[in-house]
């Protein structure tokens, strides 16, 4: 690898395992790291072939966009990992309903509020969380149709970037608007988590 990837996926669990069988789906270049080192990812990018590298975790945060797959009680550490995180862009792709003291941490905020709480500078979105890892990475039939994929973000610029990296991997995005509006219903126990919709050919 010559070059740092524009896209990096944090995280080697269920989530990020299946964002990378995504990207290695598409074609496109991205970079996996966890905390335990590239040497732990070794089966997965042998699986998926030489357009997944494994690195360090300071080396997939020198990509533009960081895809964040991590528990969530980890998100206060994980941010510690950079002093300024401007000029990020982090997908959250996380899901604070499953953490046992969630609901104390957050304070009535949307999960992803407090997120970018923990990542000065950074802009968030929230995207990928709302089907389990296993449905995400399914392949369809394209005669079937493609997988929703909901986006939410206050940055409309960021949110239009990360909608058309989810069309790039094969997947529908569907803009739901800012954190607080439509990023709530995308958070689990919520309206849009877990449902499984298709944007079927209109031909």
């Not at 862009?89 to 499953?98: E, K, L, M, Q, S």
């Not at 958070?187 to 849009?192: C, D, G, I, Q, V």
């Amino acid at each position: 690898m010559t070059a740092v990837p524009q896209y990096s996926i944090v995280g080697s669990g269920n989530v990020g395992s299946a964002l990378a069988r995504l990207f290695a789906r598409a074609g496109i270049e991205v970079s996996i790291a966890n905390t335990r080192g590239p040497e732990t990812l070794r089966k997965l990018t042998d699986e998926l072939g030489a357009g997944v590298h494994a690195v360090p975790l300071e080396q997939a945060l020198a990509s533009d966009v960081v895809l964040m797959a991590i528990p969530f009680p980890a998100i206060a550490e994980f941010g510690r990992s950079l002093p300024d995180w401007t000029g990020k862009t982090v997908v959250d792709a996380t899901n604070a309903h499953y953490a046992s003291n969630a609901e104390e941490i957050l304070g009535g905020r949307p999960s992803s509020q407090y997120v970018a709480a923990q990542l000065p500078g950074a802009t968030v979105v929230k995207a990928f969380n709302q089907l389990p890892a296993k449905v995400l990475s399914e392949a369809l039939d394209p005669a079937v149709g493609r997988r929703v994929v909901f986006v939410a973000s206050d940055d409309q610029e960021a949110g239009e970037r990360i909608a058309k990296l989810v069309d790039s991997l094969g997947l529908s995005p569907v803009q739901v608007g800012r954190l607080d509006e439509g990023g709530r219903l995308i958070e689990a126990p919520n309206a849009l988590v877990l449902r499984n919709l298709v944007e079927r050919p209109l031909s």
